[in-house]
């Protein structure tokens, strides 16, 4: 089959990579995709944009495009989806009105309410005067969101009133986030550990991803601002098997439920963005209506199963047939940043280091890219995130070795990355290891 990925970022480059794995898929376009999307075997980039959805139809219609999977959440949310459906051909996402869940997160927490889903106390608000007289009666730290797409960054964790209040009037004047943040969200700060709990599913058949984790702020130890994501890992511990059975219980089929009773059924990946209080309950913090980024990345890392065929077989009625295998290995993904990143980039620099080393050819590393570009001979910086470096290893410890061992092979000017991801992981294993060495053998 020929296969359309619409997307230019780290999450597009995984996805591609793995559709082109399989021998049922002879050729793997993406829209615009990135330089490393470029280099792939059996992948080439289109000189289309993600939301430019007539070029993308007429692409995919006489080009024998056999499914087409979306990427980013702008062209989801415009309704791609119905107007390739229209056209008669297969298209791999929720429709418009389903992609609300990510498009409005005002709409998310209405929905989350109205069928009893867990998650924090909020308020939605347009209006500034409401808005900071509700902000003065509430506690801190305290979280503000903009309530469209604001590309992974349109959320603020204030822990001083003032920040707080600043915050609120910059989203609502539209200085922030534009249109996206003239109405916000204002909801009480929930302390526990996140994770990422991503599904694909026909509306009904429910076929969960490996669990992973993301880490959302900018420096080490999550501090600094938020950002789309510094990168991730898979397996999350957090996720053990009854928290797994938990979340499918609490969150991903009462949603699904609540879309089909709202007569909006859900087709395509469905992110659940989780916090797992410190009693074990779950909270929701936000749905996207895609794959997370950069959650693929080590999760399509350790996708033994054919992506592609997959999707196909979801969308032609047989998603009780897929059944996804994962490898035993551990995944840890760095992402490497453009300098001024969240606030502002430093891009057109030319990356050294991108040479295939040992690891990559022994699978054990690889490197996604998400905002880069070619000049002539050379790979640039061109967006905020820029590669999304990932290892493989028995242990999350292990992975997170080969990861920065080949991050630190990598250079440009002003380029930043944590040094620290997949932390709360390794701290899981210690705890694990010296309640063992505690243990004397009688449950004492």
Not at 55 to 61: H, I, P, S, T
Not at 159 to 181: I, K, P, Y
């Amino acid at each position: 089959m020929n296969v359309l990925i619409v997307g230019g970022g780290g999450r597009e480059h995984a996805l591609a990579w793995k559709a082109a794995c399989s021998t049922n898929v002879e050729a793997v376009f993406c829209a615009p995709g990135n330089a490393g999307t470029a280099s792939e075997p059996k992948v080439s980039n289109l000189k289309l944009g993600v939301e430019d959805i007539d070029g993308l139809l007429d692409f995919a219609k006489t080009n024998s495009i056999d499914l087409t999977i979306i990427g980013p959440e702008a062209p989801l949310v415009a309704g791609i989806v119905d107007q390739f459906h229209a056209a008669g051909l297969k298209c791999f996402g929720p429709s418009k009105a389903a992609a609300a869940l990510e498009g409005s997160k005002a709409y998310m927490k209405d929905f989350l309410t109205r069928h009893n889903i867990p998650t924090a106390i909020h308020q939605a608000f347009t209006d500034e005067v409401q808005a900071l007289a509700f902000l003065a009666q509430q506690a801190l730290p305290i979280v503000i969101k903009a309530d469209g797409l604001a590309a992974g960054k349109g959320v603020v964790i204030a822990h001083d009133r003032a920040h707080a209040e600043r915050t609120v009037c910059d989203m609502l004047s539209g200085q922030a986030f534009g249109n996206a943040g003239r109405r916000i969200v204002i909801e009480e700060f929930l302390d526990g550990e996140e994770a990422s709990f991503i599904v694909m599913t026909d509306g009904e058949t429910i076929i969960p991803f490996a669990s992973s984790q993301d880490h959302k702020a900018r420096d080490d130890g999550d501090q600094g601002p938020n950002t789309g994501g510094m990168g991730a890992y898979s397996p999350a511990p957090i996720v053990n098997a009854e928290m797994h059975q938990r979340i499918l219980d609490e969150v991903i089929e009462p949603t699904l439920a609540g879309l089909r009773k709202d007569n909006n059924p859900y087709v395509g990946f469905l992110y659940a963005g989780l916090m797992v209080m410190p009693n074990g309950e779950v909270k929701v913090l936000e749905f996207n209506c895609r794959f997370g980024d950069p959650e693929t990345q080590p999760i399509m890392m350790r996708l033994n199963s054919d992506l592609a065929s997959a999707c196909m077989a979801v969308l032609e009625g047989n998603a009780k047939s897929v059944s996804l295998e994962w490898a035993d290995e551990a995944a840890v993904g760095v992402v490497m940043a453009s300098g001024g990143y969240p606030a502002s980039t430093d891009t057109g620099h030319p990356i050294g280091g991108l040479e295939p080393a040992t690891s990559d050819a022994d699978g054990i590393t690889k490197v996604f890219h998400a905002g880069t570009s070619l000049s002539e001979d050379s790979v640039l910086n061109s967006g905020g995130r820029v590669l999304c470096v990932v290892g493989l290893g028995g242990t999350v410890t292990e992975a997170q070795k080969h990861a920065y061992e080949r991050t630190e092979k990598i250079n440009w000017q002003g380029a930043f990355y944590r040094r620290d991801i997949g932390y709360r992981a390794i701290a899981h294993g210690l705890q694990l290891l010296q309640n063992f060495l505690a243990w004397d053998g009688e449950g004492h």
